[in-house]
C-alpha cells in the first residue's frame, strides 16, 4: 500500500503540506501565498516563486528559511533551498 501512494505521489501531497505549515511562519502569510513547494532532491528543496519579486523577497529570507526548516525537520535532510520562478 505504502509503495502504491508513494508511485501516486499521495506521500508526497500531505509532506507538502507539513512543509507549507512550517514554512508560512518564517517566511509570512502574504509570501507564502505566492510559492509552490517542488521536489526535494539529493537535499534539496525546491520552491517555485509566482513572480521574480516573490523570489527575490525569498532569496533574502532563505538563510532564516533553511534554518527553521532544518530546526523544525532535523531528519528530513535539508541541505539548500533552490528558488524558481513558476511559469
Known sequence: MNQL???R???QIGGNE????IIE????KAL???IRIGNLKRGVLELYAAD???MQELTFKKRKLLRGIQAALPEGGFKDIRFRVSV
Open 32 to 34: 507564502s501565498s505566492h
Open 5 to 7: 501512494m508513494a508511485r
Open 25 to 28: 511562519p518564517l517566511i509570512g
Open 9 to 11: 505521489g499521495y506521500a
Open 18 to 21: 507539513h512543509l507549507r505549515t
Open 52 to 54: 521574480s519579486v516573490t
